[in-house]
């Protein structure tokens, strides 16, 4: 049984609590917050007896077995850090930082002092994602050769939100761009060009943005993103023998159509229990129980070639945020 502890009681952390009441051999025991009464609020509601008015008492807790580190992503540095540092594994939510020398940062100190870490890329760990590996690497659609993926919104514009605010690392790419970058990653790897043009907005984040990685193979990953246009959120994975055609959204999947050149379109559908972070807790669960420091499904070494890549796709664009500067 993992008794976990989150820090920063917000919207994905509830999303998050919701999920471990899915999960197998997990359980929600405490909440650190900079306010206490917002941890015991948050505490009432998920059921979590220990309550902590800062993130250091939380770390510190001897009965917490690992940290879900859900602050905004310009926090998720110092917060691996402050858990890392106190030897509690972590899942830090995507993205996992603000860039990849943050990031590297982490990874080392993870990995000099023996410490689980993962990035808390949800969709990667649906049953429906684990089939469409075992089937890819079966070469049910032969080689991918193309890979189509997007996920856009329209949100109201407020330059003083997370989304709008550079301050909060705001931008489609690292809201919602990073699930297509992750999406094909996963699927090709990391590539070796990109090419890509994006729409900056009165704050100068990424509004909206097209991108295109290329492999050394040949594949191509065309992505989009958006925080101020609505897209259709599918994905496409298209091989020499066939494709895969994921019913929207795919970021929280539960069906896929497998076509295969000359067989009949197979429709393959397995639902989800809970909120869906059940399964990411679960994957932490099951490295901690082996002794693992890092997941084969989303290893350190990836998350930090992803990051890379969207460094790169933001130096096209120009975009900065201040405390890069």
């Known amino acids: 049984m993992v008794r976990w502890g989150i820090l920063g009681p917000g919207s994905i952390a509830r999303s998050f609590a919701e999920g471990l009441k899915s999960a197998e051999g997990a359980r929600l025991l405490a909440v650190g917050s900079r306010d206490q009464a917002k ?57 996992f930082t603000l860039n990849a020398e943050d990031l590297s940062e982490v990874v080392q100190t993870a ?18 994602m684990t089939r469409l590996r075992e089937l890819l690497a079966a070469g049910e659609i032969g080689r991918v050769r193309m890979v189509e993926a997007d996920f856009g919104f329209r949100a109201g514009f407020d330059p003083k939100s997370r989304l709008f605010d550079p301050h909060l690392g705001g931008g489609a790419l690292l809201d919602v761009g990073v699930y297509v970058v992750s999406f094909a990653s996963m699927i090709l790897g990391t590539p070796d060009r990109l090419t890509s ?4 907005g009165a704050t100068h984040i990424d509004e909206q943005a097209a991108m295109v990685l290329g492999h050394a193979n040949g594949s191509l990953a065309l992505l989009s993103t958006a925080i101020r246009t609505n897209t259709p959120q599918n994905a496409v994975i298209l091989g020499e023998e066939g494709r895969i055609v994921f019913k929207a959204p795919f970021w929280k999947p539960d069906t896929m159509i497998v076509s295969r050149n000359g067989k009949p379109d197979e429709e393959i559908h397995i639902p989800f229990v809970g909120s869906g972070f059940n399964y990411e807790a679960e994957e932490v669960g099951r490295c901690l129980a082996v002794g693992q420091l890092e997941s084969d499904i989303m290893p350190l070494d990836e998350s930090l070639a992803i990051m890379r890549t969207m460094d790169t796709l933001r130096a096209q664009w120009g975009v900065v945020y201040p405390s890069e500067r």
């Open 197 to 200: 043009l994006a729409t900056l």
């Open 39 to 95: 941890a015991e609020e948050f505490g009432a509601k998920f059921d979590a007896p220990h309550r902590h008015g800062s993130y250091q008492a939380l770390v510190e807790d001897r009965d917490v077995d690992a940290i879900y580190v859900a602050t905004p992503h310009p926090f998720h540095k110092e917060h691996c850090l402050l858990a890392i540092n106190a030897g509690k594994p972590v899942l830090c939510e995507k993205p």
């Open 111 to 128: 990995r000099e002092k023996q410490v689980f870490l993962m990035e808390g890329m949800w969709s990667r760990f649906f049953p429906l």
